[in-house]
């Protein structure tokens, strides 16, 4: 049965890295935060307007106007 000194001898090592590992991840975390702020905001710019795609048919050649309308009512 090893000693409690050689046990902890390779916690020891592994330590560092556990600790890097943990910061590294809190610093993804933060970033994924502040990607969902922004996101959240552009999206709530364009639901607050009328956006419009128009796509040409690439069979027929017709055009295809698709509007999505957000939660206020548009104003012309």
């Given at each position: 049965m090893?000693?409690?000194?050689e046990?902890?001898?390779g916690?020891?090592?592994?330590?560092?890295?556990?600790?890097?590992?943990?910061?590294?991840?809190d610093?993804m975390?933060?970033?994924?935060?502040?990607?969902?702020?922004?996101?959240?905001?552009?999206?709530?710019r364009?639901?607050?307007?009328?956006v419009?795609?128009?796509?040409t048919?690439?069979?027929?050649?017709?055009?295809i106007?698709?509007?999505?309308?957000?939660?206020?009512?548009?104003?012309?």
């Amino acid at each position: 049965m090893p000693d409690r000194d050689e046990r902890n001898e390779g916690t020891d090592e592994r330590t560092p890295d556990v600790q890097r590992l943990k910061r590294r991840l809190d610093i993804m975390d933060q970033r994924l935060d502040n990607m969902d702020s922004m996101v959240s905001a552009v999206a709530e710019r364009v639901l607050s307007q009328l956006v419009t795609i128009n796509i040409t048919c690439p069979h027929c050649g017709k055009d295809i106007e698709i509007a999505l309308m957000g939660k206020e009512k548009p104003t012309r």
